[in-house]
């Protein structure tokens, strides 16, 4: 069984460090339902590790900000 904790701790952190860096990001803005999808999946693929998941979710975020797929505010 997949813990909700261990996935929603790294949401937060990856969202509030993505946030620290890219002022001016809503907290409600579309990349963070695309970042809490990436983050439950890698979680359900069996990542444990809170600071794995924020990071990789950090490195998701970049490459969707890379690809243009964000948008702007």
């Known amino acids: 069984m997949v813990d909700p904790d261990v996935a929603s701790a790294?949401?937060?952190r990856a969202w509030s460090a993505y946030?620290?860096?890219n002022q001016g990001?809503?907290?409600?803005?579309?990349?963070?339902?695309?970042?809490?999808?990436?983050i439950r999946?890698?979680?359900e693929a069996g990542i444990e590790d809170v600071e794995?998941?924020?990071?990789?979710?950090?490195?998701?975020?970049k490459q969707l900000d890379q690809s243009g797929m964000s948008s702007g505010d």
């Open 41 to 43: 999946q890698r979680r």
């Open 52 to 61: 794995m998941l924020a990071v990789a979710g950090l490195k998701f975020l």
């Open 25 to 38: 990001i809503h907290e409600n803005d579309e990349r963070r339902t695309s970042l809490e999808r990436f």
């Open 10 to 12: 790294a949401l937060v």
């Open 19 to 21: 946030r620290l860096i």
